[in-house]
């Protein structure tokens, strides 16, 4: 019988993946505005997902994020139903659920890492353009009509420009839009390079080379601190973990734990102490990492 629902929902599943497919591939050649937000989408949660999947560097629409995301749980509560029941189906469909998620979260500052790599490179590039000849706002133009992690910003600066505003002025909204190391001190430096002129590609080789030293630094802290931050997760989450598996394969086995007064306390206090482990120890970890 289980054997049977795994291959009828799954074949209405694979059925429904390919035409969505098919759709999302019709969809992107035609949407005008690949960022905004499908409809029957509620708003608050257009503008969370959205900003989620920018920080994380996820360039996928926020109706076809969610779409998949209900489609893996399904997937996975009807895998979960089919091999092991459904305490297995709701656990794997309850992982994948907030999974999915967590991994999201987790990727907050990949954006940033994309584009703080990347401001040392266009300065060299607006460098180069300028010992050729150009000027800022043609470097700023080329940089826009990329591929590059900055290109979306310059292109906002470029549009900026073409409105009417001036070149400090566009610069100056990029860096209080973009809050990431070296973005402030670029649109400063470019700003003033285009005010002042003078010998400004040797100044902006010699602030690409800064930040660049800056970034190896912040790396090499991120790299030894990353074995505190496993070990952290390692130790804060296996008794969460152990719980959760063991609801899933007895549950007679938390009785005593979720059944009495006394077992509820330590439930209680157990949880108050994970919650409280976990931001001590990225406490530390994010202190060990700025330091």
Partial sequence: MRALIVG????????????AARRYAVT???????????????????VRVEGALEAAAIDVPVQRA????????TVAAVVGLGFGGPQIALGLA??????????????????????AVAVPETLERVASELRSGGTIATAVGAVAAGDGPLASDMARVDTRMRLGASLSEALGAWSRERRVVGVDASAGALALCASVGGRSADALDGLATSLRDR?????????????????????????????AWSALVDPGALHVLTGTLFGRICLLLGLGLEVLGAWWMRSIVRSGSRS
């Fill in 94 to 115: 309850v992982a994948v659920a907030a999974g999915a998620p967590i991994v999201v979260l987790s990727l907050h500052e990949r954006r940033a890492r994309q584009i």
């Fill in 215 to 243: 970034l190896a630094v912040a790396a090499e802290a991120r790299a030894l601190s990353s074995q505190a931050q496993m070990s952290a997760i390692v130790v804060g989450g296996a008794p969460v973990a152990y719980i």
């Fill in 28 to 46: 992107d050649r035609l949407r005008p505005d690949r960022a905004r937000p499908g409809r029957g989408i509620p708003p608050w949660l257009g």
């Fill in 8 to 19: 009828v929902v799954g074949v209405f599943v694979a059925g429904r993946c390919a035409s």
């Fill in 66 to 73: 969610l779409s998949t995301w209900l489609w893996s749980v």
